[in-house]
């Protein structure tokens, strides 16, 4: 189809219109701001004494500057075998599969082992606020039923070398996610004339404050996800990426950029991203303030904050201006056991195995209502392409043969649910 839509809500429209168009009903939502729009539509299964199945996308995506492209950002050009432009990983390479999979089910006459609910939604990559937390917070009513999930940022190939010089591909499945929470840090302290002696400096407790603060190495946790996914990892490399190994995080690189990844999840980490203070040379200010990115572990987070506590000192205050918790699932069960199925039938030399993201995903949202999430939106992706780079990257691709076999690895999922 060549329309084009412009905004979350034409787009959401356009999604409701195909799905309407081979007969589901669909539910279209403004969550609380005009052109917020969010699509429901739900697929009845056999066995509705089942929880349903939760299948989740987000139609947003990060604003993108046609200069620096190579192809213009919103042409969805297919182009050297690959479908290219803002959006392509995330997450519009799933919702195309999704919808052209919801489509096919209702024109098949398709009945699903359970009921599947599949979302299509808004502002997720600015943390969901009109899109995923909206929806959770006002209309639960929509998750009904829903006991798990499948969304974004999982179910990708990472190809490893084997010792017997045989590669290996690992689908990664999202099982857990780290902490997003940003902390704002004040010191009030006395104003005053620059020239004379003062000893209670707003400017310098605070910077004192963030220089503790960033110089911080938090300890090296093995939480559930990460330990089973470098596990695998040895299992199939042969190399030693077990908690002893010296400088894990620079080891990990052997598996190339996914380390990026994967190293920030060994640890917590709070960066220092915005600092203010002063409005005259002359002038010491009665306030300092900055801002510390933190991004926490599950099961962390008590010990995190006791952590930053020393760290500031007490003259400084801290208050949270987002605060999403971690969430972390098991990789067990029939819905992991369908998802290993679906990958091995279409690559009989994948395997599946859990990790954790270092950000965030819709997924947060769904894990306050004890909906276990998981990160599964399938690609079979070339062993050179460094797939972390395209997030939100110039240039922002997807190979077609990654999105036909993505389609599917989904469509055996979904009918084996
Ligand atoms: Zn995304």
């Known amino acids: 189809m060549s329309e084009t839509t412009v905004g979350e809500a034409d787009c959401a429209r356009w999604v409701a219109d195909r799905l ?34 939760l299948v989740h996308v987000h139609l947003d995506v990060v604003p993108a ?17 690959f479908v290219w432009g803002r959006g392509a990983v995330d997450m ?25 609910v599949f979302a299509f939604l808004a502002d997720e990559e600015a943390g969901g606020t009109w899109g995923s937390h909206w929806l959770v917070e006002h209309r639960p009513d929509l998750f ?16 490893v070398d084997r010792p017997d010089g045989t590669v290996r591909r690992l689908y990664l499945v999202e099982t857990a996610e780290k902490g997003l929470s940003w902390m704002r840090l004040t010191c009030d302290a006395t104003a005053g004339h620059g020239s004379f002696l003062h000893t209670d400096n707003a400017v310098t407790e605070i910077a004192a404050a963030v220089a503790r603060i960033g110089a911080h190495k938090f300890p090296l946790v093995m939480t559930e996800s990460v330990a089973q996914f470098l596990t695998a990892l040895s299992e199939e490399t042969g190399l030693d990426f077990s908690p002893e190994t010296p400088d894990l995080e620079t080891a990990l690189f052997k598996i190339g950029n996914l380390a990026r990844i994967i190293g920030a999840t060994l640890r917590d980490t709070a960066n220092p991203t915005m600092l203010s203070a002063g409005y005259k040379a002359n002038v010491i200010p009665q306030q300092a303030e900055a801002v510390i990115d933190c991004r926490v572990l599950p099961g962390r987070q008590k010990e995190f904050e006791a952590t930053i506590d020393e760290l500031i000192g007490p003259n400084v205050t801290r208050e949270w201006i ?46 306050k209502l004890g909906i276990r999430c998981f990160g599964f939106a399938p690609l079979q992706l070339p062993p050179d392409l460094d797939f972390a780079a395209l997030f939100h990257g110039v240039d922002e691709r997807v190979p077609v043969e990654s999105i036909v076999f993505g389609t599917r690895v989904l469509d055996h999922f979904l009918r084996h649910c």
Do not use: C
């Not at 969550?31 to 739900?42: E, I, L, Q, T």
């Not at 199925?341 to 769904?366: C, E, I, N, Q, W």
């Open 20 to 53: 309407q168009e081979v007969g589901y009903a669909t539910e279209y939502v403004e969550s609380g701001m005009p052109g917020r729009g969010n699509v429901f539509a739900r697929l009845a299964g056999s066995d509705p004494t089942r929880g349903a199945l």
């Open 65 to 81: 500057q046609a200069e620096d492209w190579s192809v213009h950002p919103f042409s969805g050009a297919v182009r050297d075998g």
């Open 92 to 116: 519009k390479d799933m919702a195309g599969m999704v919808l052209a999979l919801a489509r096919q089910f209702k024109r098949d006459g398709t009945v699903p082992p359970r009921d599947i």
């Open 144 to 159: 009904e039923g829903v006991t798990e999930a499948v969304g974004e940022v999982g179910g990708f190939s990472l190809t």
């Open 322 to 367: 987002t605060h999403l918790d971690a969430y972390e699932t098991t990789f067990d069960g029939d819905l992991v056991d369908a998802m290993n199925d679906a990958v091995v039938a279409h690559d009989a030399d994948g395997r599946t195995v859990p990790y954790m993201l270092s950000g965030g995903t819709d997924a947060k949202a769904f894990a």
